[in-house]
């Protein structure tokens, strides 16, 4: 019979795997922009970002070696897992599209990073806190500059609030699902390791008006719940063909090294 430690144990690894998921794919994401920025200086800057978001995703990933203690790498979990077996949020595998959307994205996933790191600092688990701890000094920076932006774009000219618009349209439906725990999760809030996801929805949900108040936008109307599945392996066509970019090197040579 599992016992309640067991449980624990293995519902942290699966969070944590989900974390070091989220930031990964997120990152892959941005660094797609590399080169094809509207402009050098975001250019840099999203890269910038994607490397800040790779750390962190390392971070996660080694405190899950240790977790499992398979003897395996942060390669391993990264190169040479299949589509079904990531963790990631649906929103962080979402298509860059425009910049607009890309925007976006960023946004709504920061509002919930921050908060999430903030109150994370804070857990009984050393490991967890240290993680959250060295990235939330670079989160705050990546959260300046996606608001900073939407209320650009918002407030901007009539086109680029038309692709602001359409950007939150089609992004909305799957900014909740970071948001709503996982069995995993709701066993790590139940004994304090994670914190709570309802505080989380309140001040994720207020900092969003906030914004986009500024940016002259209105906030989607609606449940932002309506896509979700990614955190336990139920993923979007668009993640198989990410993998098949992001892994392809290892998988022609595995074990290679620079």
């Known amino acids: ?13 699966n969070t944590v795997l989900s974390l070091a998921d989220s930031t990964l794919i997120l990152s892959h994401r ?36 240790k977790l499992e203690g398979a003897g395996k790498t942060e390669d391993d979990y990264a190169y040479f897992r299949e589509s079904k077996e990531y963790k990631n949020a649906l929103l962080c595998e979402q298509l860059n599209g425009d910049f607009a959307h890309t ?14 790191l903030d109150a994370l600092r804070n857990s009984p688990d050393e490991n967890l806190a240290a993680i959250a701890e060295k990235s939330y000094m670079e989160v705050s920076y990546h959260i300046k ?14 086109k680029s609030k038309q692709k602001m618009e359409t950007a939150l349209k089609a992004l909305w439906p799957f900014s909740g699902e970071l948001l709503e725990a996982t069995e995993d999760e709701k066993i790590l809030i139940a004994v304090g390791i994670l914190p709570d996801f309802e505080t989380l929805k309140t001040v994720w949900l207020e900092q969003v008006t906030t914004i986009l108040t500024r940016a002259t936008l209105e906030v989607p109307t609606g449940k932002n719940t309506a896509q979700t599945g990614g955190k ?20 022609a040579y595995p074990g290679l090294k620079w």
Request: aromatic content about 14%; some cysteine; charged content about 20%.
């Open 103 to 116: 925007v976006v994205r960023q946004f709504f996933f920061d509002c919930w990073h921050i908060h999430f």
């Open 232 to 251: 336990t392996g139920r993923h979007s066509e668009y993640l198989s063909y990410l993998l098949a970019e992001m892994q392809s090197v290892q998988r």
């Open 1 to 13: 019979m599992e016992t309640a430690k067991n449980k624990t144990d293995q519902a942290l690894f």
């Open 145 to 158: 500059w996606s608001s900073e932006w939407v209320i650009r774009l918002g407030d901007g000219t009539e």
């Open 30 to 65: 941005l660094s797609e922009w590399c080169g094809h920025g509207p402009i050098i200086e975001q250019d840099i800057a999203m890269s910038n970002i994607a490397l800040d978001l790779i750390g962190e995703a390392r971070n996660f990933y080694d405190y899950a070696t």
